[in-house]
């Protein structure tokens, strides 16, 4: 079983759509997550941090459950721009990032 | 440029050949990152330095591969015996210390390795 696993997608909605993304991560002693964004045959850059208390950056909104050691991201009125695989990330105690399969999202006119 | 720098961008090579690939990462940072990417999966996690010396070389796949860094800075990423399955793109990143309160990792465009 792998570290962190997401639903690969893709995930093909309209613009203005919302749509959720679930990640599920195996190691209990996992300290933080976050969420990256990686575009077609890019390289990966941080969309955004993971709280237990939820944390909201404009459109997005990013969700930690501990006790099901489970995350979300949630995007609203979804744009053409946030196409892209969208990566759950768990940062572990050796000092290492562990990147889930990531989910392609594209978002159609 | 300011950024994590990779070199070859791209490199075709013939199994059993031996493959370095190269990276310079942002100035001042402290722990530099491998990662290896297959077509629609994550960034598989490799190796990373903090420093000169390798605190985690758990992702290591067998003895072919290895990596330096010598002086803190630049490493470099060595495949003995090439073999079809390495062909991925090998992902290099930076970060100041103290990922667990930023996360962030600056990565690099990465160098696409094909083993024919």
């Known amino acids: 079983r792998k570290e962190v696993e997401q639903d690969p997608g893709p995930f093909n909605v309209p613009e203005g759509a919302t749509v959720a993304f679930n990640c599920t991560y195996s190691n209990s002693a996992s300290q933080s997550f976050f969420w990256y964004r990686q575009d077609c045959r890019k390289e990966p850059k941080l969309l955004m941090s993971v709280y237990s208390s939820g944390n909201e950056d404009g459109r997005f909104t990013a969700q930690l459950n501990r006790a099901s050691q489970y995350i979300s991201l949630l995007i609203r009125d979804s744009k053409l721009s946030d196409s892209a695989t969208y990566l759950c990330?768990?940062?572990?105690?050796?000092?290492?990032?562990?990147f889930g399969q990531g989910t392609e999202l594209s978002v159609k006119p | 440029g300011a950024g994590v720098s990779q070199t070859p961008s791209n490199k075709v090579t013939e199994k059993g050949k031996y493959v370095e690939l190269r990276c310079d990462p942002i100035s001042g940072h402290t722990a530099l990152y491998w990662y290896r990417q297959s077509l629609g999966q994550g960034p598989e996690f490799l190796i990373y330095f903090q420093g000169t010396g390798a605190a985690d070389d758990s992702g290591l796949p067998n003895d072919r591969f290895f990596a330096v860094r010598p002086e803190g800075s630049v490493s470099t990423l060595k495949i003995q015996r090439t073999e079809r399955g390495d062909s991925a793109v090998y992902l290099c990143?930076?970060?100041?210390?103290?990922?667990?309160?930023?996360?962030?990792?600056?990565f690099g465009e990465g160098s696409r390795l094909t083993v024919l």
């Open positions: 990330v768990a940062f572990n105690q050796g000092g290492k990032l562990i």
């Open positions: 990143a930076s970060s100041p210390t103290g990922l667990a309160n930023t996360g962030e990792l600056f």
